[in-house]
C-alpha cells in the first residue's frame, strides 16, 4: 500500500510537491478551525440561555454574569455578558453594548474558514496545471523523442498528467467538505448570537419594566 502510495506520488512529477503543500496547509487550518470552534467558542446555547434567563428573572444579575465568566472563550457568552453589564441601563445602552460585543466576536469564529474552500480551488487548479504540463510532455515525447525512448516517455508524462490531477481532487474533495462542515457550525454560532442577543436585550427591557419575560412566550 505505502509503496503503491510512494509510487504515485513519484510518477506525478514536480507538481505534486506544491498540492502536498497545500494539502498540509488545508489539514493544519481544519485542525485549528475545529478546535476553536467546537471546543472554545460553541457552547449548549438553550441550556445557558435558560439559566441566564432564570437568573435575569431572580434579579440576579452578578450571578448571570459569573455564568458567563465560566466560559470566558465562549462567543455567545462574552455577548451575552456585554448586555448584562449594562443590565440597569437604558434599552439604548443595552443593545449598544450587545451590538459592539458580537462585531468583536464575529470576526474570530469566521476567521480562517473560508480559506478552505480557496485551498481546495488551488488543489485543483494546481493538479489541473500538471495534468497540461504532462499532456505538453507527452506531445513532445511524440514529436521529437527517439523512437526507442517515446515510450517510457510518453508513459512517464501521462502519469504526470493523470496522477496530478487525481491528487489535486483528492486533497480539494475532502477539503471542500471539511469547509461545508465547518461553515455551518460558523452559520449556527453566529444564528445563536443573533437570537439570543435580541432576546436579551429585550429580556433586559421587559425586566426593567416589570413585564413578562420574552423567553417564556
Given at each position: 500500500?505505502?509503496?503503491?502510495?510512494?509510487?504515485?506520488?513519484?510518477?506525478?512529477?514536480?507538481?505534486?510537491?506544491?498540492?502536498?503543500?497545500?494539502?498540509?496547509?488545508?489539514?493544519?487550518?481544519?485542525?485549528?478551525?475545529?478546535?476553536?470552534?467546537?471546543?472554545?467558542?460553541?457552547?449548549?446555547?438553550?441550556?445557558?440561555?435558560?439559566?441566564?434567563?432564570?437568573?435575569?428573572?431572580?434579579?440576579?444579575?452578578?450571578?448571570?454574569?459569573?455564568?458567563?465568566?465560566?466560559?470566558?472563550?465562549?462567543?455567545?457568552?462574552?455577548?451575552?455578558?456585554?448586555?448584562?453589564?449594562?443590565?440597569?441601563?437604558?434599552?439604548?445602552?443595552?443593545?449598544?453594548?450587545?451590538?459592539?460585543?458580537?462585531?468583536?466576536?464575529?470576526?474570530?469564529?469566521?476567521?480562517?474558514?473560508?480559506?478552505?474552500?480557496?485551498?481546495?480551488?488551488?488543489?485543483?487548479?494546481?493538479?489541473?496545471?500538471?495534468?497540461?504540463?504532462?499532456?505538453?510532455?507527452?506531445?513532445?515525447?511524440?514529436?521529437?523523442?527517439?523512437?526507442?525512448?517515446?515510450?517510457?516517455?510518453?508513459?512517464?508524462s501521462i502519469a504526470i498528467a493523470m496522477n496530478t490531477t487525481a491528487f489535486?481532487?483528492?486533497?480539494?474533495?475532502?477539503?471542500?467538505?471539511?469547509?461545508?462542515?465547518?461553515?455551518?457550525?460558523?452559520?449556527?454560532?453566529?444564528?445563536?448570537?443573533?437570537?439570543?442577543?435580541?432576546?436579551?436585550?429585550?429580556?433586559?427591557?421587559?425586566?426593567?419594566?416589570?413585564?413578562?419575560?420574552?423567553?417564556?412566550?
Open positions: 500500500m505505502l509503496s503503491t502510495m510512494a509510487k504515485f506520488y513519484t510518477d506525478g512529477g514536480a507538481f505534486m510537491h506544491p498540492i502536498a503543500v497545500v494539502c498540509a496547509l488545508a489539514v493544519a487550518i481544519a485542525v485549528e478551525r475545529f478546535i476553536f470552534l467546537f471546543f472554545k467558542y460553541n457552547i449548549n446555547a438553550n441550556q445557558f440561555m435558560a439559566q441566564i434567563q432564570k437568573l435575569v428573572m431572580a434579579n440576579n444579575i452578578d450571578r448571570a454574569i459569573k455564568l458567563c465568566n465560566a466560559a470566558p472563550e465562549a462567543a455567545l457568552p462574552k455577548v451575552i455578558k456585554a448586555g448584562l453589564t449594562r443590565a440597569n441601563k437604558g434599552e439604548i445602552e443595552i443593545a449598544n453594548a450587545i451590538e459592539e460585543a458580537t462585531l468583536e466576536v464575529i470576526p474570530n469564529i469566521t476567521k480562517r474558514t473560508p480559506t478552505l474552500q480557496q485551498v481546495a480551488n488551488i488543489a485543483t487548479l494546481l493538479g489541473l496545471l500538471g495534468t497540461i504540463i504532462g499532456l505538453i510532455e507527452a506531445f513532445d515525447a511524440v514529436a521529437k523523442a527517439p523512437p526507442d525512448q517515446k515510450t517510457a516517455m510518453l508513459t512517464a489535486g481532487l483528492i486533497v480539494a474533495i475532502p477539503t471542500l467538505g471539511v469547509f461545508i462542515f465547518l461553515n455551518n457550525t460558523v452559520k449556527k454560532i453566529i444564528d445563536e448570537i443573533d437570537q439570543y442577543s435580541v432576546k436579551l436585550q429585550n429580556l433586559l427591557v421587559s425586566r426593567g419594566k416589570g413585564s413578562q419575560s420574552p423567553l417564556d412566550r
